[in-house]
C-alpha cells in the first residue's frame, strides 16, 4: 500500500511563487508515475505534471509550460512541485497522485484532461489561492 501527504499550499498574490512537497509512504517501488493534479470548484480534476521517478523523466500540460517544475528526491521519498509566476487561474486544490504503470506521458499527450483514472493512489489535498 502507499500513502500520499501533500504540503505546502497556501495563498499567494498573482506572479507569486508557491512549492508544494509530497511525501511518498509505504511500497515505493511499486510507483512508475508521480503527477500533480488540481481540482477548481466546478471542474474536473486535471493533470498538470508528471514524472517518472526513475528516470526523472517529466511531462507537463501547456498551461503550466514554463512556470511549475515537477522533481524528485528518490532519497526522502518526495516529489514537488515549483510553482512561479502564479495566476488567479491557477487556484484550485492540488493533488498528488501515484500510479503503479509508467502513464506519465498521458499527462502532457491528453493535457491533462481524463487521467484521473490512471492513477491508483491520491494524497488528501492542499488548497492554493491565488488572488490579488
Known amino acids: 500500500q502507499v500513502q500520499l501527504v501533500e504540503s505546502g499550499g497556501g495563498s499567494v498574490q498573482p506572479g507569486g511563487s508557491l512549492r508544494l512537497s509530497c511525501s511518498v509512504l509505504?511500497?515505493?517501488?511499486?510507483?512508475?508515475?508521480m503527477g500533480w493534479f488540481r481540482q477548481a470548484p466546478g471542474k474536473e480534476r486535471e493533470g498538470v505534471a508528471g514524472i517518472v521517478p526513475g528516470s526523472g523523466s517529466t511531462y507537463y500540460v501547456d498551461s503550466v509550460k514554463g512556470r511549475f517544475t515537477i522533481s524528485r528526491d528518490n532519497a526522502k521519498n518526495t516529489v514537488y512541485l515549483q510553482m512561479d509566476s502564479l495566476k488567479p487561474e491557477d487556484t484550485a486544490m492540488y493533488y498528488c497522485?501515484?500510479?503503479?504503470?509508467?502513464?506519465?506521458?498521458?499527462?502532457?499527450?491528453?493535457?491533462?484532461?481524463?487521467?484521473?483514472?490512471?492513477?491508483?493512489?491520491w494524497g488528501q489535498g492542499t488548497q492554493v489561492t491565488v488572488s490579488a
Open positions: 497522485a501515484a500510479a503503479r504503470p509508467n502513464v506519465c506521458a498521458h499527462i502532457a499527450a491528453m493535457n491533462g484532461n481524463h487521467v484521473r483514472p490512471f492513477f491508483d493512489y
Open positions: 509505504g511500497y515505493t517501488n511499486s510507483i512508475n508515475c
